[in-house]
């Protein structure tokens, strides 16, 4: 399967940022994104925000056959919104996105319930 779904905790006091962040990148750096995660091979990206008791956690569900290596992409991209991204990201999330950072941690997938047909 190439869609992957990760929760990826945000810094305290982070949340609004990371919303604006998101918001950046469907407004004024789409352009830039969207050829980014095109050449990356991505289809589409969405995003939810838990209130967890331990702190909010951004869920991601990331589709298409570029999904499982994003985030190793946009870490050795030299493009100037993969710059902005990583350090956007690792402002909002505390987590090094570059070529040298943290590694993406595990993802194992666990189910698919299809409801309706």
């Excluded at 469907?26 to 702190?55: F, I, N, T």
């Excluded at 869920?59 to 030299?78: I, L, T």
């Excluded at 710059?83 to 040298?100: M, Y």
């Amino acid at each position: 399967m190439a869609d992957i779904g990760m929760a990826i905790p945000l810094k305290p006091g982070k949340t609004e940022a990371w919303k604006q962040f998101m918001r950046d990148i469907q407004g004024p750096k789409w352009g830039e994104m969207k050829a980014l995660a095109a050449d990356a091979g991505m289809d589409r990206v969405r995003g939810w925000v838990v209130s967890a008791p331990q702190g909010d956690v951004a869920v991601v569900v990331q589709e298409g056959p570029g999904a499982h290596a994003w985030r190793d992409y946009v870490a050795h991209s030299d493009a100037p919104i993969a710059e902005w991204f990583r350090e956007t990201a690792e402002s909002v999330h505390g987590t090094d996105f570059g070529p040298d950072g943290d590694p993406q941690p595990p993802v194992e997938f666990v189910f698919d319930f299809r409801i309706k047909d």
